[in-house]
């Protein structure tokens, strides 16, 4: 990271326009179009299968579409120049912590490997980014010894270290109970609040997408069905849409 690319640490915008995507005969992504302002807590919501972890893998990289494109601040995401030009951080499902590394060995592993900072840089820059999820106290520890809350936080520390412009968030409460998915909810708005970092948030948790976006979009069958804020989508007058948000169990009265 160049010291430019540390004094610009601000959220940027990103676009996906006619986005398409098949597996054989499945198409499993039909002409997304989304679009994410700078600085906002943007979530993708939709039921099991309806396309997000696919869109989630062409974001970064992971796969190729066969039509549309991905624009970060108005430049095509399709270079190693452009991908390289900004710094996108990817907060992963289950964490993705290695067992055979401290807490501290984790989430400064980036900045090690690269060769980024001297080891005392590094160890000043970990303890800060764990102080900001809550887990300064726990820098030696083994991922062994972290709840599941911990590690999600922990791979939100891992993701700070690059000083991001965009944060992803694959499913960040999945597997979590209410209390822990509370705290990694509230973890993300308060760094959309002192960081200024855009925040697309991958999840099927209803209490996490009202209580944390600016912005909703519905995706079901591989189509982006509505935008809006959390209001907007509650109120959507669309039956599959009513049906995801207010899905429960029914029992005899």
């Known amino acids: 990271m160049s010291e430019d690319q540390n004094n610009n640490h601000s959220g940027v ?3 996906v326009r006619g986005l398409r995507k098949s597996f054989g005969e499945q198409e499993v992504l039909k002409g997304l179009d989304i679009e994410v302002k700078p600085g ?5 919501m939709g039921p099991s299968g309806s396309g997000k972890s696919v869109l989630l893998k062409h974001l970064i990289g992971l796969e190729e579409p066969d039509a549309g494109e991905i624009l ?3 430049e095509p995401l399709t270079t190693p120049e452009i991908a390289a030009k900004y710094r996108m ?10 067992n055979s590394l401290t807490l501290g060995e984790n989430v400064g592993l980036y900045l ?3 060769h980024l900072k001297s080891p005392d840089e590094i160890k000043k820059i970990v303890e800060e980014k764990l102080a900001d999820v809550g887990l300064k106290d726990a820098v030696d520890k083994m991922p062994s010894e972290l709840s599941g809350g911990m590690k999600k936080r922990a791979a939100i520390a891992r993701a700070l270290v690059i000083e991001p ?3 992803l968030y694959d499913e960040p409460t999945s597997e979590l109970d209410p209390l822990s998915a509370v705290v990694i909810g509230n973890e993300i708005l308060d760094l959309n609040r002192r960081i200024h970092v855009t925040s697309l948030v991958v999840s099927h948790d209803r209490d996490l997408a ?3 976006a600016d912005r909703i979009a519905v995706i079901i069958d591989g189509q982006i069905v509505t935008v809006g804020t959390p209001d907007e989508v509650k109120n959507f007058n669309d039956p599959r849409v009513k049906e995801f948000l207010h899905a429960d169990f029914k029992r005899e009265k």
């Open 13 to 15: 915008g990103l676009v």
């Open 40 to 44: 906002e807590i943007f979530v993708i």
């Open 72 to 74: 970060i601040n108005g």
């Open 89 to 98: 951080a990817l907060v992963f499902q289950s964490g993705a912590l290695l």
């Open 112 to 114: 090690t490997e690269h």
């Open 165 to 167: 412009q965009l944060i």
């Open 210 to 212: 009202f209580g944390v």
